[in-house]
């Protein structure tokens, strides 16, 4: 599935440059344990209004932004985070994903090497400008060695993992991307799209049993709290119909169906 957005949204827990603010770690703990957006964005406006001159508030303000799709704000914020420290390499790769997300390869690609370039060991710029690679520009080989390069800095960072299933899928090597996909599912036991990938591998080496049982934790799982990383119901109804009928269960093949056609 060519869902860019679907790629970039696991974030690794980040001190503020080494600062104890505990209202900024608060922020923190909104966006990278509950991914409360709007809550967090609430906090960090009452902080920039007090502050207007902390280079990391306005990095994470950018994040939420870009996760509730508020892509223009986002960048504001992102370039106003470099504004003031032009070192900020948090800053420069989240920038990257808010181009890629709005389908500026090049401005992209240029701030994640400008991430990797102060901070070569940030695995979130690898992950990103792979993501770039494979969706945008469909080299999967150079978005291979992005995801292995985030990998070795970053052994358990599950959306490397689901990254790098995708293209062991596509490489035709579905097995490999299993493993993967099991990695993730291990460090995010809820991510309904790691479920979603591992079912539609399972249906493609005809493990329907075990697809079915992806496939029904997908749909249990899928992040209807946030609309921009939801997998369409539909889709899933209908991969699981098509299990159903594979194993003769044609009753439950035609609900799933008709459960598809009402999405």
Not at 135 to 154: P, S, T
Not at 171 to 196: G, M, N, V, W
Request: hydrophobic residues 35%.
């Amino acid at each position: 599935m060519k869902i860019l957005s679907a790629l970039l949204i696991f974030f690794a827990f980040y001190s503020v440059y080494g600062q104890e603010n505990q209202s900024l770690k608060k922020t923190f703990d909104l966006i990278d344990e509950d991914q409360k957006y709007l809550k967090a964005l609430a906090l960090l406006n009452d902080f920039i209004q007090d502050d207007t001159t902390n280079t990391s508030a306005y990095w994470q303000r950018g994040k939420c932004l870009r996760n509730i799709g508020e892509y223009q704000k986002a960048e504001d914020d992102l370039v106003k985070s470099i504004q003031l420290d032009a070192n900020n390499y948090r800053a420069f790769a989240e920038l990257g994903t808010v181009y890629a997300m709005t389908y500026k390869i090049d401005e992209s690609m240029k701030n994640y090497n400008k991430s990797i370039a102060i901070n070569p060991e940030y695995a979130f710029s690898y992950n990103g400008r792979g993501a770039v690679y494979y969706y945008l520009l469909e080299d999967y080989d150079k978005a291979m060695e992005d995801y292995n390069k985030a990998l070795q800095l970053d052994p358990n960072y599950s959306a490397a993992y689901y990254n790098r299933g995708v293209i062991y899928r596509l490489k035709r090597a579905p097995k490999i991307a299993i493993i993967d996909f099991t990695t993730s599912l291990e460090l995010q036991p809820k991510d309904h799209k790691s479920y979603f990938e591992r079912a539609y591998t399972y249906y493609l080496i005809d493990e329907y049993k075990l697809a079915i049982i992806d496939f029904t934790k997908a749909l249990k799982y899928n992040n209807k709290s946030n609309p921009y990383y939801t997998i369409n119901n539909k889709e899933i109804y209908e991969l699981r119909g098509l299990c159903y009928h594979e194993i003769g269960k044609y009753r439950k093949a035609e609900k799933d169906l008709k459960k598809a056609i009402k999405e």
